[in-house]
């Protein structure tokens, strides 16, 4: 079993910042990847980025450039460093991982319970 726990959610303005932090419990497993996904109400989870364990990043179009994701696998974290928020950026963001069993090849998927951030007008 892996466990996702998120943090740094909040209520902002627009035009600040805010950064996120996602830490893993992963015994007897190894991670492939983590990501940031958020959902807003009334609509579906979209992906924010992604992070490979080679040190590769995605983006969603709305948010490259502004925001930015880093991690340390070996530390068990993940952030989102997010900029120039906007009231569209407003939904609950959940911390991803997928990862695999030492030893095996089939990769699992965890989430996070999420963590709301709010950005007011």
């Known amino acids: 079993q892996v466990q996702l726990m998120e943090s740094g959610g909040g209520l902002v303005q627009a035009g600040e910042f805010l950064r996120l932090s996602c830490t893993a419990a992963?015994?007897?497993?190894?991670?492939?990847?983590m990501g940031w996904y958020r959902q807003a109400p009334g609509k579906q989870r979209e992906l924010v980025a992604t992070?490979?364990?080679?040190?590769?990043?995605s983006y969603a179009d709305s948010v490259q450039g502004r925001f930015t994701i880093s991690g340390e696998f070996n530390k068990d974290s993940l952030y989102l460093q997010m900029g120039s928020l906007k009231p569209d950026d407003t939904a609950v963001y959940f911390c991803?991982?997928?990862?695999?069993?030492?030893?095996?090849?089939?990769?699992?998927?965890?989430w996070g319970q999420g963590t709301q951030v709010t950005v007011s007008s």
């Open positions: 991803n991982a997928v990862v695999r069993r030492y030893g095996r090849s089939r990769l699992q998927t965890y």
């Open positions: 992070l490979n364990t080679d040190g590769r990043t």
């Open positions: 992963r015994s007897g497993f190894i991670i492939d990847s």
